[in-house]
Antibody
């Protein structure tokens, strides 16, 4: 059974870059399209983008090129970088694997606060 | 983009339903609806995929349906452990993104 674990700083300063990594265990990196989804406090879930093991990516246009996903197949990890963060980027960030349009497996999430 | 009631409640053993209303560019365009259960401090759990299908291990008390531009999740035989937030999810072709519902808190 695939398990996902997010890691990264819990506090980021405004205008800086948020960087998170998702470690995959118990399965192949080729099993899913790998996604980042976030949930600001009190708000619904929001899809950020996905990456496949080939490096193919797709993004939510709402992030206007601020988001970059990358994959490290040798270490079974994928990552998110979100540039020029503001307080509006404060959220719990989840990594998730999608197949057939459904997010089948999720990490537990990591809370990121944007504040000086 | 997908609208859900903020909350529903029911007594143990009762049946509750959660609606998910979309538009002609998502549910109405034929894209599948999926449902998730979300408990605090954990990642969401897939409950129903492809409108009506349950992953292995999900009790048959949970069932999904879809019609026109909306979908529903029904929970029968409500149990205390069902208290959670529930989200629907689909794909929207107007902006080519995966979209989630506004979320519904179920209280038992």
């Amino acid at each position: 059974q695939v398990q996902l674990q997010e890691s990264g700083p819990g506090l980021v300063k405004p205008s800086e870059t948020l960087s998170l990594t998702c470690s995959i265990s118990g399965g192949s990196i080729s099993t899913y399209y790998w996604n980042w989804v976030r949930q600001p406090p009190g708000k619904p879930l929001e899809w950020i983008g996905y990456i496949y093991d080939s490096g193919y990516t797709d993004y939510n246009p709402a992030f206007k090129s601020r988001a970059t996903l990358s994959v490290d197949a040798s270490n079974n990890q994928f990552s998110l970088k979100l540039t020029s963060v503001t307080a509006a980027d404060t959220a719990t960030y989840f990594c998730a694997g999608i197949v057939g349009g459904a997010f089948e497996t999720w990490g537990q999430g990591t809370m990121v606060t944007v504040s000086s | 983009v997908l609208t859900q009631p903020p909350s529903v409640s029911g007594a143990p053993g009762q049946r509750v339903t959660i609606s998910c209303t979309g538009t002609s560019s998502n549910i109405g365009a034929g894209y599948a609806v999926h449902w998730y259960q979300h408990l605090p401090g954990t990642g969401p759990k897939l409950l129903v995929y492809g409108n009506t299908n349950r992953p292995s291990g999900v009790p048959d008390r949970f069932s999904g349906s879809k019609s026109a531009t909306s979908a529903s999740l029904a929970i029968t035989g409500l149990q205390a452990e069902d208290e959670a937030d529930y989200y629907c999810q689909s794909f929207d072709s107007s902006v080519n993104i995966y979209v989630f519902g506004t979320g519904t808190t179920v209280t038992v």
